[in-house]
Structure formats: structure tokens, C-alpha cells
């Protein structure tokens, strides 16, 4: 049977469990298509790293140094598959993800579907890059760059933004969101959180649960033609998420993203990080210029 299905994603641009989180996100998208929506609402993880306290992972403490967070990340990524390069986190400066997390909202008043794509690149930035996000020029670029409008983003992130952002950290106060990530699952009418990182088996047991039934879904089939699209859809996509998606070995998932890398139908910036589809280039037939 369908069933109409949401996700609520309680979350931060930063939280790398929430990176972690992209493949099984994706792969509940791909199984259950038009059945499911997923919302994002900011958690705001960090307000000020200065008097942050995170002991179960060594962070804070009176520690300024943000190389804890690194070692988390790296230990967290063995875990859940995700790339990070914390060689590049550590060129950045880092004092609160506030910013990144009211920058999402700025692109959400701006338009809800590409804001989606200004989180995962948020997200992409944090984990393998060395962009100071929390400068909003950084912030904006990035807006520019998945296609909203630039000076309309700064005026949102410098007003509209910001109230958007406190009443998500009220929705988690309310619902009693303390970590992240955290889902809000609804099917059927019933709603259940599910606090922490979760696999897909385990968000599907959820869903069926709370439908009183299996619900409908549809697995890709796997093959290179196949992984192209999925990449193109998004934009960008690791080995465990197309591993995950397609329900194959993250090997077997090397190897597809590899033949097409070679193909020159995608691209591998890093090595070890993110496939992405090549810089596209257009031709004006009236001046003969392609850029």
C-alpha cells in the first residue's frame, strides 16, 4: 500500500552524524518517491565553540582547539561511511555554526527545493572543505552557487533569517530535541522521533510500524547508467551513498563511480570524497563564446 509519509530532520549543517546520515535519507527519498517529504528544521548545534562542552568526545572543556571535533569526525566517519577531510576543517576558523544554520533559513524563504541543495552543500563544505562558514560573503557565494539570488540572500540572512532560525530552535525545544540528528516520522496519521543516527532498515521498520502495514517501495536497479542519474539528480554523491542506495558493496560502488569518472561523465575533484557531475559549459550561438 501508499502511503503519505514525513520526515522532520532535526539537524546542523556541522553535526557530522547528520552527514552521515545523507545516504539513508537518500535512499528512503529513492524508495518511496512521491509518498515521502523531508523537512528540514536548524538545531543550531554550536552557539559558541569558547563554551561548548561535548565529554563523552572530548571537546570543550576549556580546550580551544577545535582538533577534538577533527579526531570526532574522523572516528565518527570509519563508523557511517561518509567522507570528511578534516585537513581542510582545520584551515577554517570555527566558532559557532550558528551561522550556517540561519544561512539555510535565508535560502528556505528564498526557495524551499533549492534550499535543500544549499544544505547539502553546507553540509559538503563543512566536512570536506575549507570554507569559513561562518562568514556570510562564504555563506552567500555558496548561496550564488546552487542558485539563489545573492544580495537577497544577505538581506534575508541578516533579518528574516534569523527569526526563521528561532522558532526552529523552539520546534526542537518543544518536541524535546536535545541531539542531533534527530527524525520526526509520520505515516498514517502517527508520529514517533527516533533520537540518533539510524540506518535505513530501521527507518523503514519505523515507517511500516506507524502505517500498520509495509508500505510500497521501489528499489533501484543497479548499473552504471543507473548511478549516473542518481548523481545527476543530486549533484553529488559518495561511495556509501550510492552503496547504500543501490544496496550494493561501497567496492562494487567504486568501481561504477570509477568507470564513469573514466567515461568522463562525472567527476572526482578529491580523491576519496565527492563524485560530482562536470562543470557545465554553455555557448552563446550569437558571440561564439562558451563559458
Request: charged share 25%; net charge negative.
Amino acid at each position: 500500500m501508499t502511503h503519505a509519509i514525513e520526515i522532520v530532520a532535526y539537524t546542523d549543517p556541522y553535526c557530522t552524524w547528520c552527514w552521515g546520515s545523507e545516504p539513508m535519507l537518500r535512499h528512503l527519498q529513492e524508495s518511496y518517491s512521491e509518498q515521502i517529504t523531508i523537512r528540514s528544521v536548524m538545531g543550531g548545534l554550536v552557539e559558541d565553540f569558547g563554551s561548548f562542552r561535548d565529554p563523552m568526545n572530548s571537546i570543550g572543556g576549556g580546550d580551544a582547539s577545535i582538533q577534538p571535533i577533527a579526531d570526532h569526525w574522523i572516528e565518527a566517519s570509519v563508523r557511517h561511511g561518509m567522507p570528511v577531510n578534516t585537513a581542510e576543517f582545520l584551515k577554517a576558523p570555527f566558532r559557532s555554526t550558528w551561522p550556517s544554520n540561519i544561512a539555510y533559513e535565508a535560502a528556505n524563504l528564498q526557495d524551499e527545493s533549492v534550499a535543500t541543495r544549499y544544505l547539502r552543500r553546507l553540509r559538503e563544505s563543512a566536512a570536506t572543505e575549507s570554507n569559513d562558514l561562518g562568514d556570510p560573503e562564504v555563506l552567500a557565494d555558496l548561496a550564488r552557487e546552487v542558485g539563489l539570488d545573492r544580495a537577497r540572500f544577505l538581506v534575508d540572512f541578516n533579518g528574516r533569517a534569523r527569526d526563521a532560525f528561532a522558532r526552529d530552535r523552539l520546534e526542537c525545544i518543544q518536541r524535546g530535541v536535545h541531539g542531533f540528528p534527530t527524525f520526526l516520522v509520520t505515516a498514517n496519521g502517527k508520529d514517533r522521533l527516533a533520537r540518533g543516527y539510524r540506518s535505513y532498515e530501521q527507518m523503514v521498520g519505523l515507517i511500516d510500524l506507524l502505517a500498520g502495514e509495509p508500505v510500497e517501495r521501489r528499489e533501484p536497479d543497479f548499473d552504471d547508467l543507473g548511478v549516473l542519474d542518481f548523481v545527476e539528480k543530486y549533484g553529488s554523491a559518495a561511495v556509501r551513498e550510492v552503496a547504500e542506495v543501490f544496496g550494493v558493496s561501497d567496492t562494487e560502488a567504486k568501481a561504477a563511480l570509477g568507470r564513469l569518472v573514466a567515461a568522463g561523465a562525472l567527476a572526482l575533484p578529491e580523491p576519496g570524497l565527492l563524485y560530482r557531475t562536470p562543470a557545465s559549459v554553455a555557448c552563446d550561438p550569437a558571440t561564439g563564446r562558451c563559458v
